[in-house]
């Protein structure tokens, strides 16, 4: 059966494509989403969880269905369920509602106002996530509209502070409202994805594995003196000497299960020296030479190993006199496998000066954590996203992949609910803006992902 209804899909060749009135619907809640300011420092994610309940309630929602709680009034999040059968038990999706700081002057349109130019939307939380929410709240609406029951609950968790913050709202609903967000597993839009060149579809991401997330502080202490007077201990010049090190000396290469497979189903997409390289980094053993060239590319830089980068600094008190205090933060994403309390000692032999104090200041697992563990998304996952992908992005393989970054999928797993990310919002891999300036998705990727979120859900719960 499943076959043969395979095979009518393909005859009818589907094309992404939706009608005017759910373009309208998703391009005003994503205007809605991006106008809200949900920063951490002076933002809101009740007023956005707020108006996301109000329009699943205008939409038909129960009111019993769609709630917003928080720990304050500044932090609140949203759970809406779409009641199912009941033959299986329920999946929740969680996105997250808070962006990064962005300022004004930074960027070259206001990042609070929802722009369309030159084929893109642009404004902060474009790419982080506010498309994704937005595809979410449009395809429940939809949902509900026409009467659909899914074979399982549907829970929806639009969430605050993933960015950053003190009122994590997955963790705190997990921790206060278990029986509200409780399932057989968790679907994470805010990790993996479509990766397209110049639009072109490449691949298809669905997060397996994640990069654990540590800051580390490091101090220099000095008597100081009067700047007339130069003597040769500055604590200023320890701490830049040993940054200095920090940026030559990469930690070392290594692969793990999920990044090896990456690599060798990312090389059949890639020509000449990218393919070669990628086919010489997973010999035994890998080739030094490939493995530095692929290094100069951000993205498989981070995938090939931890990385420990200076993110803030902060030093003296005054123009004319020698520093007492110099302090940098360190970020480091660390690959799984391996402890914060690992990577100090390796950041403290890197910086080799008993001068420079290195301290851990804190993540989720705490120091002799080892990450977020490896997991194979299991075919009731896998086989409707391998559907929709073929429909929408056609020739674009899924391809497991290790997040570089963090994501809430941390809370999630933490609590024992398997975790698999990925969404449909196509990004360029040459243009990704999470967290940066001018952050932008193109108007086509955002409509796509519109209809990729409407069709999966239904694939995955006929
Ligand atoms: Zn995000």
């Known amino acids: 059966m499943r076959t043969a209804g395979l095979l009518l899909v393909a005859g009818l060749s589907v094309a992404a494509t ?82 990064v700081e962005a300022k004004r002057e930074d960027w070259t349109t206001d990042p609070f106002q929802f722009v369309e130019k030159d084929g893109y939307f642009y404004g902060r939380g474009t790419q982080d996530m506010k498309d994704a929410d937005a595809a979410l709240v449009t395809t429940f609406i939809r949902l509900k509209k026409e009467g659909y029951r899914p074979n399982r609950d549907l829970i929806l968790a639009l969430t605050a502070d993933e960015e950053g913050g003190t009122s994590n709202g997955v963790e705190w609903l997990l921790k206060n409202h278990r029986g509200l967000v409780d399932a057989e597993f968790v679907l994470n839009q805010d990790a993996g994805g479509v990766t397209t060149n110049k639009g072109k579809p490449v691949n298809v991401d669905i997060e397996a594995s994640e990069k ?30 040993a940054l200095s090190r920090l940026e030559h000396e990469p930690f070392r290469f290594e692969l793990n299960e999920v990044t090896r497979m990456y690599f060798e189903r990312r090389a059949a997409l890639e020509a000449g020296q990218t393919k ?23 993205r498989f830089n981070s995938m090939m190993r931890t990385t420990c980068v200076a993110t803030m600094l902060t030093a003296g008190h005054a123009p004319n006199a020698l520093p007492q205090t110099a302090q940098a933060n360190v970020n480091c994403r660390i690959l799984p496998g391996h402890s914060p309390a690992e990577t100090q000692r390796a950041l403290e032999h890197v910086f080799a000066d008993p001068k420079v104090t290195v301290k851990y200041l804190g993540g989720i697992g705490g120091p002799e954590s080892k990450g977020f563990p490896t997991v194979a998304p299991p075919p009731d996952v ?15 393989p899924v391809i497991p992949e290790m997040e570089t970054g963090a994501s809430d999928s941390i809370h999630t797993v933490a ?48």
């Open 382 to 396: 896998m086989r409707p996203l391998e559907e929709v992908a073929a429909e929408l992005w056609p020739g674009a």
């Open 276 to 298: 070669a390289d990628m086919q010489a980094i997973v010999r035994n053993p890998p080739d030094a030479a490939a493995v530095m060239r692929l290094s100069k590319d951000p």
């Open 18 to 99: 939706i009608d005017d009135a759910t373009t309208k619907l998703s391009r005003d809640i994503f205007k809605e989403l991006i106008e809200i300011n949900t920063t951490d420092s002076v933002g809101n994610t009740t007023t956005a969880a707020n108006a996301m309940a109000k329009r699943l309630r205008d939409a038909g929602f129960p009111a019993a269905d769609v709630q917003v709680l928080g720990p304050n009034d500044r932090k609140g999040n949203m759970v809406a369920r779409l009641r199912g059968t009941g033959a299986k038990k329920p999946v929740l999706i969680i996105g997250h509602l808070d962006v």
């Open 212 to 241: 654990q997330y540590a800051d580390f502080e490091l101090t220099v202490t000095n008597p100081g003196g009067h700047s007339s007077l130069p003597t040769e201990d500055n604590a200023i010049y320890h701490l830049s000497d």
């Open 415 to 462: 609590a024992g609910i398997p975790s698999y990310g990925f969404n449909g919002m196509a990004l360029d891999q040459d243009d990704i803006r999470a967290h940066g300036k001018d952050e932008r998705i193109r108007v086509k990727s955002y409509y796509d992902g519109v209809d990729f979120t409407y069709r999966f859900l239904k694939a995955l719960t006929k």
